[in-house]
């Protein structure tokens, strides 16, 4: 039997007929904007998120860090939830590529109400010097969010924690890697949430399965300044066709299926909420990332003996494990990595 590998939604392969899309795509050179596929995939992402354009990117941190770094000058300062992917996952590269500050928000899952907005606001008082605190330009959104165990911002709370960042004249960026799985877990179109926010970033390589890609799309005069970041970033490519081949693929061919990976989790937090040992609330399971408690033994060593036994999960604290479930994961492997967990910790 292979291994069964619930680390992450990256781990996927692409498909046969993925590959048979990539082998056959047509190419240009994209640094001329003379790719035809690369063309054709920022021209569908725009039209998806109802925004004017589109730049495709290698990876889902350089299309968040394009956001920002366009959105912001050095010196300025960002919000995001504390747990947010581009706060603790993205080798500070806000600081580091945009020179800005990040301004953290407390939340619950990932989540905050707009009240969290206007307390993260600094406020000096009148006697203060002016410019002593850096000017807020923008307001980062997660969804789904990935230190939240996968939660969907329901659209009203989503609607008001960006009215309440309008007030403030804060632009809004959404960390959208995972965007299409909130559309299909609330059966809603992207353009939900993208409606509301002035820049949106998608990946492809995220539980749709293609190998590599992303992509932020916002108006016409942002994407020119982020090609040029982008260029800088050394993430300008030449036929790049071959890529957003499969990502085109991705979108026709696995995107409605994301619903059987969301029933996966479902199952998977079910059963180990049955294991002694296991702490986990499988309602708040919502698409294809749990996050759970595992005791007395450390999550680095329960991670060890899942792999002796064909299963990898992700060790990401102490004791907190991490598993997704995607297009390389059907049912029989849930059942199979149960099984193991049930044996690791004693109920073999």
Not at 287 to 310: D, H, S, Y
Request: some cysteine; glycine content about 10%.
């Amino acid at each position: 039997m292979g291994v069964i590998d619930l680390r992450s939604d990256t781990v996927t392969r692409p498909t046969p007929a993925m590959r048979r899309a990539m082998a056959a795509a047509e190419v240009g050179d994209d640094v001329y904007g003379e790719d035809p596929t690369v063309r054709r995939l920022e021209e569908r992402v725009a039209a998806l998120l109802g925004k004017e354009a589109a730049l495709f990117t290698p990876s889902g941190t350089m299309a968040n860090q394009l956001a920002i770094r366009a959105q912001s000058e050095p010196g300025d300062a960002v919000i995001a939830e504390a747990q947010a992917h581009v706060l603790l996952y993205e080798r500070a590269a806000p600081t580091a590529i945009a020179g800005v500050m990040p301004l953290a928000i407390p939340g619950e899952r990932g989540l905050f109400g707009p009240e969290a907005v206007a307390a993260r606001i600094p406020s000096p008082p009148a006697t203060m010097p002016p410019g002593l605190f850096p000017p807020v330009r923008l307001l980062c959104l997660e969804n789904t969010h990935n230190a939240g165990g996968g939660t969907v911002w329901p659209p009203e709370r989503f609607a008001a924690v960006c009215r309440e960042a309008r007030r403030h004249g804060l632009s809004i960026h959404l960390d959208g890697a995972r965007l299409w799985h909130a559309a299909v877990a609330l059966g809603v179109p992207e353009r939900t949430w993208a409606d509301l926010c002035d820049t949106v970033a998608v990946c492809f390589s995220k539980g749709l399965g293609a190998p590599v890609g992303a992509a932020v799309a916002g108006s016409c005069a942002f994407i020119d300044r982020a090609r040029r970041f982008r260029g800088m970033m050394g993430g300008a490519m030449r036929q790049a066709g071959v890529l957003a081949a499969a990502c085109l693929y991705a979108l026709d061919h696995h995107r409605e299926r994301l619903a059987v990976d969301h029933a996966h989790a479902r199952r998977l937090a079910e059963g180990l909420a049955e294991l002694p040992g296991i702490t986990i609330r499988p309602e708040t399971v919502e698409t294809n990332i749990l996050w759970f408690e595992v005791r007395p033994l450390t999550a680095g060593r329960f991670a060890e003996l899942c792999e002796q036994r064909g299963v990898r999960v992700l060790a990401a604290g102490p004791h907190r494990v991490r598993c997704v479930t995607h297009l390389d994961v059907g049912r029989e492997d849930i059942e199979r990595a149960l099984a193991v967990f049930a044996e690791i910790l004693g109920r073999g």
